[in-house]
């Protein structure tokens, strides 16, 4: 049992050690992409492998949204099915998650470009 259990925390230590090195390489990428249009671009070519992490943090979804804050993309990328993927993350967690009202506050990023509403968003 004692094996089983050391093995168990190993694991769980492993996991909190991987997520915090995912956490500072998304918070790398995010200042990569600020503001620097040819960063996003370069960004954007790989945007459905970080649409799959939205589900390990928010920085994710942060680095999404940066990515297409009052940027050019909004009006060139297929949006739908990213924002379908989106909402289908966030409507999977429990209504009372501070992570599912953190998420849906990116949202309103798709929706704007320079101040004006893109109503197709």
Known sequence: MQIIKQKSLKQKENKNAYLKVVEKAYIFLIKFVKDNKENQNIILEYIEFFLDDIEL????LELITEVFRDSENLLTYPLVPLI????SDIDALDIE???KA????????FMFYKDQCLKDN
């Open 102 to 109: 953190t998420l849906l506050s990116f949202v309103p990023v």
């Open 57 to 60: 943090g928010v920085h994710a």
């Open 97 to 99: 998650t501070t992570k």
């Open 84 to 87: 379908k993927k989106i909402a």
